[in-house]
């Protein structure tokens, strides 16, 4: 079983949908959680960060994590077709995290 | 501000051939990285490094060696390729603080026939 466990779509909705996006992990000892985006062919930059469960809001960009259930998405709201890439959820153990470890990937389609 | 630079962006081996994917970071970044990216499998990280001198395996590491001489330098040597090892490399660093942030280079795709 993987660590980390998501959805690699494909994901097909039209412009100004609500769009989430969501990952399961099985290690209790990950601390800090991440969303990448990465579009065709260019390395992932990070999208949103968060550390402790809750949820955290950056425009039209939501990160929730439920830690008592393993369990965190990405809500994008008002999604347009820029929005189109592949979305990677990401994880990493406190104290110096060394190891980011990442899900396979959701690759999401915004249709004008 | 370059950030990372991989070389070279393309490259097609014949089993058995070895190579060397080189990786430089302009950030003064303690920590730098390899993963690598196949359909349907995510990134997963081949090796890292936390400071020159100092080298760890991570999820994948078999095939692969790493050095780390510098702070700006991470190569990843391919010993002896095979065609398991098709795939496209992303070496990434950050700063020693784990913020999360991670920075990717553009990526080397790499072909083995």
């Known amino acids: 079983q993987k660590e980390v466990e998501q959805d690699p779509g494909p994901l097909s909705v039209p412009e100004g949908a609500i769009v989430s996006l969501n990952c399961t992990y099985s290690n209790s000892a990950f601390q800090y959680f991440m969303w990448y985006r990465q579009y065709s062919r260019k390395g992932p930059e990070l999208l949103m960060y968060t550390y402790s469960s809750g949820n955290k809001e950056d425009g039209r960009f939501t990160a929730q994590v439920d830690k008592s259930s393993k369990y965190i998405s990405l809500f994008i709201r008002d999604s347009q077709p820029s929005d189109s890439a592949t979305y990677l959820c990401?994880?990493?153990?406190?104290?110096?995290?060394?190891?980011?470890?990442f899900g396979a990937g959701t690759r999401l389609f915004v249709k004008a | 501000n370059a950030g990372v630079t991989q070389t070279p962006k393309f490259q097609v081996l014949k089993t058995g051939q070895s190579m060397t994917l080189q990786c430089a970071q302009d950030?003064?970044?303690?920590?730098m990285s390899w993963y690598r990216q196949d359909p349907g499998m995510g990134l997963r990280l081949i090796h890292y490094?936390?400071?020159?001198?100092?080298?760890d395996q991570g999820e994948v590491p078999n095939g692969y060696n790493v050095s780390r001489s510098t702070t700006e330098d991470f190569p990843l040597r391919l010993l002896s390729a095979a065609p398991s090892q098709t795939s496209v490399y992303f070496c990434?660093?950050?700063?020693?603080?784990?913020?999360?942030?991670?920075?990717f280079g553009e990526g080397s795709r790499l072909t083995v026939l």
């Open positions: 990434a660093s950050r700063d020693k603080i784990n913020t999360g942030e991670l920075f």
């Open positions: 490094s936390v400071g020159a001198g100092i080298t």
């Open positions: 950030m003064n970044h303690e920590y």
């Open positions: 990401a994880m990493t153990l406190g104290t110096g995290g060394f190891k980011t470890i």
